[in-house]
């Protein structure tokens, strides 16, 4: 289901569904443009190496895809600049090695 919401982020409104659902809004703090940079920096790498352009038929191949995305490719083979260019899953077993 697609609700169009044409309120401010921070509008009570807004505010109220995620009450309704319990779920927690994560937003910057105000003057604070690097408080969600790092979710920013996955969002993007989601949306271009994964989703960018595909058309879905069902919401099955949807989640499919985007399991498929993070536990294949992107824990597994994506190289990560903030992991020395190493994979999460190859960074985490050196780690354990330590």
């Given at each position: 289901?697609?609700i169009?919401?044409?309120?401010?982020?921070?509008s009570?409104?807004?505010?109220?569904?995620?009450?309704k659902?319990q779920l927690i809004?994560?937003?910057?703090?105000?003057?604070?443009c690097?408080?969600n940079a790092?979710?920013?920096?996955?969002?993007?790498?989601f949306k271009?190496?994964a989703?960018h352009?595909?058309?879905?038929?069902?919401?099955s191949?949807?989640?499919?895809?985007?399991?498929?995305?993070?536990?294949l490719?992107?824990?597994?083979?994506?190289?990560?600049?903030?992991?020395?260019?190493?994979s999460?899953?190859?960074f985490?077993?050196k780690k354990?090695?330590s």
């Open positions: 289901m697609f169009q919401i044409e309120v401010a982020y921070c009570a409104a807004y505010q109220n569904l995620f009450t659902d809004c994560s937003m910057s703090k105000k003057g604070d690097y408080d790092a979710m920013e920096s996955w969002n993007h790498s271009v190496e989703i352009g595909e058309r879905f038929l069902t919401r191949a949807a989640k499919y895809q985007v399991l498929e995305y993070i536990e490719y992107y824990n597994r083979k994506r190289l990560h600049s903030k992991l020395g260019y190493v999460p899953e190859a985490e077993a354990s090695l």
